[in-house]
Nanobody
Framework: VQLQAYGGGLVQIGDSLSLSCAAS????????LGWFRQAPGQERSFVAA????????VYQESMKGRFTLSRDNDKNTVNLEITNVTRDDAAVYYC????????????????WGQGTQVTVSS
């Protein structure tokens, strides 16, 4: 499985942003997909994940309300919508895939994409 995250770039505070992750391979519907992010000088942290089995979405508590995660099994993509972007959203965003259920634990993910940079300006 290969993952390619895209959609990052320069956004302004208050903007909305859509990140996508495309997956290769024919097992996409059997994969749970997650997003993590790493801000400069900080450790990578969990954002949200969606389970393959029932589409259940798990969010990092602080992400609830502004972040929306969805998947399209026909297009092999997972999409992360961010509204009302804040300066704290500036980070490299990584998508990851797991054969398990949606999880916030990095070690449960089997595949990782390269990441897409989100820069926030005022």
């Amino acid at each position: 499985v290969q993952l390619q995250a895209y959609g990052g770039g320069l956004v302004q505070i208050g903007d909305s942003l859509s990140l996508s992750c495309a997956a290769s391979g024919r097992t996409f519907s059997s994969l749970s997909l997650g997003w993590f992010r790493q801000a400069p000088g900080q450790e990578r942290s969990f954002v949200a994940a969606i389970s393959w089995r029932d589409g259940r979405v798990v969010y990092q508590e602080s992400m609830k309300g502004r972040f929306t995660l969805s998947r399209d099994n026909d297009k092999n993509t997972v999409n992360l919508e961010i509204t009302n972007v804040t300066r704290d959203d500036a980070a490299v965003y990584y998508c990851a895939a797991s054969y398990g259920l949606a999880s916030g634990r990095e070690y449960e993910y089997d595949y990782w994409g390269q990441g897409t940079q989100v820069t926030v300006s005022s």
